[in-house]
T-cell receptor, first 117, second 120 residues
Framework: AQSVAQPEDQVNVAEGNPLTVKCTYS??????LFWYVQYPNRGLQFLLK??????LVKGSYGFEAEFNKSQTSFHLKKPSALVSDSALYFC???????????????FGGGTRVLVKP | DTEVTQTPKHLVMGMTNKKSLKCEQH?????MYWYKQKAKKPPELMFV???????INESVPSRFSPECPNSSLLNLHLHALQPEDSALYLC???????????????????FGPGTRLTVT
């Protein structure tokens, strides 16, 4: 079975400081990993994904994520946070082992990011 | 255009009412999804359509009835709902949902803004 953990319910950071949102995963095969952001009363917006290749993935709005296979992690990062980055962030995983994944995307519990001016 | 639209934005219905939620995408995607999301929780998968056929039903109660009239449209028919069904209902689409080859599993899903449903 596939699973995702986001160990922090909330992350507080000052504007201009680096932002990190943590994500760890568990799959049977190799993972496809995704990050989504949700602003209040909105749907989820796709930020970036890891499929294969370079462990550092760059996405929308200046976000990037680092895939670490040995630590089974896919942490989201932004070098300099903005107040407008305040939102709910979801990590998601899909196992490349089709029999294990069943075509489903599994979401983490979400991390609320609050960027203070 | 990476837009998924949903109507209505808000819906209030009584427990004896029948209503429908609508979702539309014009990205040529062949997989479409319904999710239910409670406040501050991750989305919970309800149904998946692949090439206009129901592919996954996550044991959803029969008071929720999905329909995929064509490759661009996805409906969710609601009847005799309970107050605990109040939630944000999200529609999503992705390029494809193929079988054991696995290649389509890398496709990201694009979400609509959701319908905020309140059952009174």
């Amino acid at each position: 079975a596939q699973s995702v953990a986001q160990p922090e319910d909330q992350v507080n950071v000052a504007e201009g400081n680096p932002l990190t949102v943590k994500c760890t995963y568990s799959v049977s095969g190799n993972p496809y990993l995704f990050w989504y952001v949700q602003y209040p009363n909105r749907g989820l917006q796709f930020l970036l994904k890891y499929i294969t290749g370079d462990n550092l993935v760059k996405g929308s709005y200046g976000f990037e994520a680092e895939f670490n296979k040995s630590q089974t992690s896919f942490h989201l990062k932004k070098p300099s946070a903005l107040v407008s980055d305040s939102a709910l962030y979801f990590c998601a995983v899909r196992d490349t082992d089709f029999k294990a994944a069943g075509n489903k995307l599994t979401f983490g519990g979400g991390t609320r990011v609050l960027v203070k001016p | 255009d990476t837009e998924v639209t949903q109507t209505p934005k808000h819906l209030v219905m009584g427990m004896t009412n029948k209503k429908s939620l609508k979702c539309e995408q014009h990205m040529g995607h062949r997989a479409m999804y319904w999710y239910k999301q409670k406040a501050k929780k991750p989305p919970e998968l309800m149904f998946v359509y692949s090439y206009e056929k129901l592919s996954i039903n996550e044991s959803v109660p029969s008071r929720f009835s999905p329909e995929c009239p064509n490759s661009s449209l996805l409906n969710l028919h609601l009847h005799a709902l309970q107050p605990e069904d109040s939630a944000l209902y999200l529609c999503a689409s992705s390029q494809g949902l193929l079988g054991p080859s696995g290649s389509a599993l890398s496709y990201e899903q694009y979400f609509g803004p959701g319908t905020r449903l309140t059952v009174t």
